[in-house]
């Protein structure tokens, strides 16, 4: 292996689609979406809302669009929303679920683990019903794998003590589950047993499983057919998506190789352990290790052509579907004479 070739580990969405995909694109039967219907959205739509066990779906172009289009259906404007410290909707998402959706944020601590808000915390910050004058809060998101966490996983019990808490308090529940496929992997569960009592869940198909573009928006069939006008205010409606939504169909046939991923994220991170990095073990696949100096650290990686990113002060790794086992001992061996391990 040539020693300049490029090792891309910034994030899953860096993936591209390969040739079976994009047979699948340029052969899809595709119509109007916006007119009168696209077969192939309509068959993603269909079976996506089977595989998340929710009563429809509906096809957006982002993860982003997926999450705004949820807060705003859930809440009127000044409502408080709370989601977990470091929560996608919270830091990276330029602040939509307030601009757009109108949402006031009160972030979680993680007091139940990595990621994890505990049932208590929410119930306290739910609050209750006071004078005329005090805040409302009408919902909670909650954000399986939990990103700036480290891919962290909320299990099925967990999951379920927290909706509970928040439909005792009155909220409604929003489940971003932009990588709910990697934690239906990690747990070896469907990702149907991840999302019960979720209003609304988002989940993308463009991030581990390997599509260029798309996520999932699904709820009630009530709730999808409001979503779909906002999705056309948003400027999200898309003509012949069929082409996009067959890469999504491709995509949803690759669940099951996650595993690699894991795998590979437990590869580097046990290699980056060895060069004396503090690495925290990782659920998924995400890696992230604790370093003095970050700009340094990840300078020193571009110039050996590794490429990572920064993620809640830490050096951040993702492994997905473009690299291979091999490439992640490449990378290991690039990094050990890069100058930047703390063993070196
Ligand atoms: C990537 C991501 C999103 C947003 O998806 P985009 O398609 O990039 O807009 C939302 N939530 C989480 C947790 C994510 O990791």
Not at 324 to 329: F, K, L, M, P
């Amino acid at each position: 292996m040539s020693n300049d070739r490029l090792i891309d580990l910034r994030s899953d969405t860096v993936t591209k689609p390969d040739a079976a995909m994009r047979e699948a694109m340029a052969t899809a039967e595709v119509g109007d979406d916006v007119l009168d219907g696209d077969p192939t959205m309509r068959a993603l739509e269909e079976r996506a809302a089977q595989v998340l066990g929710m009563e429809a779906a509906l096809w957006v172009p982002s993860g982003c669009m997926g999450n705004t289009i949820a807060t705003a259906l859930h809440l009127q404007r000044g409502d408080r929303f709370l989601a977990p410290r470091a929560a996608h909707v919270l830091d990276n998402e330029l602040g939509a679920a307030a601009w757009l959706a109108g949402g006031m944020p009160e972030p979680l601590a993680w007091d139940a683990g990595p990621g994890r808000p505990s049932p208590a915390a929410v119930t306290a910050a739910a609050g209750t019903s006071g004078p005329y004058y005090r805040l409302r809060t009408r919902l909670l998101c909650l954000e399986n794998t939990h990103n700036a966490a480290g891919g962290a996983v909320t299990p099925p019990e967990e999951y379920a003590l927290l909706v509970a808490a928040a439909k005792e308090a009155g909220l409604k529940v929003h489940l971003d589950g932009a990588r709910i496929w990697n934690a239906a992997a990690a747990l070896a569960v469907k990702p149907a047993e991840l999302t019960a009592g979720a209003d609304s869940v988002q989940a993308c198909l463009s991030k581990g499983l390997g599509a260029p573009v798309g996520s999932l928006l699904a709820g009630s069939r009530e709730l999808i057919e409001e979503a779909r006008r906002l999705r056309k205010m948003l400027g999200g409606g898309v003509r012949q998506g069929g082409v996009l939504a067959a890469a999504g169909m491709v995509a949803l046939d690759r669940m099951d190789r996650l595993d690699e991923d894991h795998a590979a994220a437990k590869q580097l991170s046990a290699g980056l352990t060895d060069l004396g990095f503090t690495v925290r073990a990782p659920q998924t696949n995400i890696v992230l290790a604790q370093v003095p100096d970050l700009p340094f650290v990840l300078a020193r990686l571009r110039a050996s052509h590794v490429l990572a990113s920064s993620m809640d002060g830490c050096a951040r790794f993702v492994t997905h579907r473009d690299v291979s086992s091999t490439d992640i001992t490449e990378a290991l061996g690039r990094i050990a004479v890069s100058g930047c391990a703390p063993s070196s």
